[in-house]
């Protein structure tokens, strides 16, 4: 029998033949870019042919590949057809299955869903992660929220929830650091902020750029060496990243969401109303070849609904 492609190298083809991009084709097909790489040299040397031409982070389809991918694209779109259309026989009508991050679930989601649950009581609302298992519980899902762009190719996106990053402490680290006298007075100057970024932790999240888009819109990426920022300990959900800002192991930039209510009650102090907006939002998505059901309509219609009401 002629050699055959796994479906997934198939898939991670046409996800990097439309993105132009490993990268944006891993966080599509919520694999690692190592692993769709390794799918496509794989592919690449059972075939005998180059199917892409890399240079300098630029990703272009050979004329080979162009071939390739245009011939066998038709068949792995009827796969995701016929895969969908049988799950949807076999699912139960009344079910609703979300995939949500950890943090976004815990800070926004959680405390909001009461509402949904009891005015749509003949849903029953699962939720779940991919936390530690990219690709886990994809064939479960009938949707996604996820923190993206929200322009995936073959993806139907509805923003959530824009982000705002600001500036936190605690009264704790402020004190510790001699800064106890500017509690309560609103923003620090200039000069009180570079001393103390100067002598703390920066703490970092997924949001990597958030320290340098920051910094540059608050005109102090001047007097901040990047190396500091840069050192800074990484906790990838900014609910961790809330945890230790609150216990006195750094400062952080964070977004409301995770951080509102601890400032109302005092447990961190906001440095600064200087706001960095990440070109990153949270979206509800989901695949633009799965039919919409009504339980989903409903739930994504809720979910504008109260992030609008709350953006207003």
Not at 244 to 265: E, R, S, T, Y
């Amino acid at each position: 029998m002629p050699y055959l492609p796994s479906l997934t190298a198939l898939r991670c083809l046409d996800a990097s033949a439309r993105s132009r991009s490993f990268t944006r084709a891993a966080q599509e097909l919520h694999l690692t870019q190592s692993a769709v790489s390794h799918h496509i040299l794989n592919l690449e040397q059972q075939l005998g042919v180059k199917l892409f031409e890399r240079d300098k982070g630029r990703l272009e389809l050979t004329q080979a590949g162009k071939i390739y991918w245009m011939e066998t694209l038709p068949a792995v779109e009827q796969l995701q057809r016929a895969t969908t259309h049988m799950i949807a026989l076999t699912r139960d009508p009344h079910t609703l299955t979300v995939s949500v991050p950890p943090s976004f679930a815990n800070s926004w989601l959680m405390p909001r869903v009461c509402d949904f649950v009891a005015n749509n009581r003949d849903i029953t609302l699962n939720l779940i992660n991919r936390l530690g298992a990219p690709g886990t519980h994809a064939d479960e899902e009938d949707a996604t929220i996820e923190l993206s762009e929200g322009n995936a190719p073959g993806t139907v996106s509805i923003r959530l929830l824009s982000l705002v990053y600001k500036l936190y402490a605690s009264p704790a680290l402020l004190r510790r650091l001699n800064f106890e006298h500017l509690l309560g007075r609103g923003d620090f100057s200039n000069d009180a902020l570079v001393q103390l970024l100067h002598s703390s932790d920066l703490i970092r999240t997924s949001m990597t750029d958030a320290w340098e888009g920051w910094l540059r819109q608050a005109a102090l990426d001047q007097s901040v060496d990047p190396s500091h920022w840069a050192d800074g300990p990484t906790y990838t959900q900014a609910s961790l990243a809330m945890i230790a800002v609150i216990n006195g192991m750094g400062v952080a930039l964070l977004p409301k969401h995770v951080v509102d209510a601890h400032n109302q009650a005092g447990a961190v102090v906001r440095l600064s109303e200087i706001g960095w907006r990440p070109r990153r939002a949270y979206h509800l998505e989901w695949s633009a070849i799965r039919p919409v059901t009504a339980q989903l309509r409903r739930f994504a219609d809720w979910a504008v609904t109260v992030a609008e009401s709350e953006a207003s």
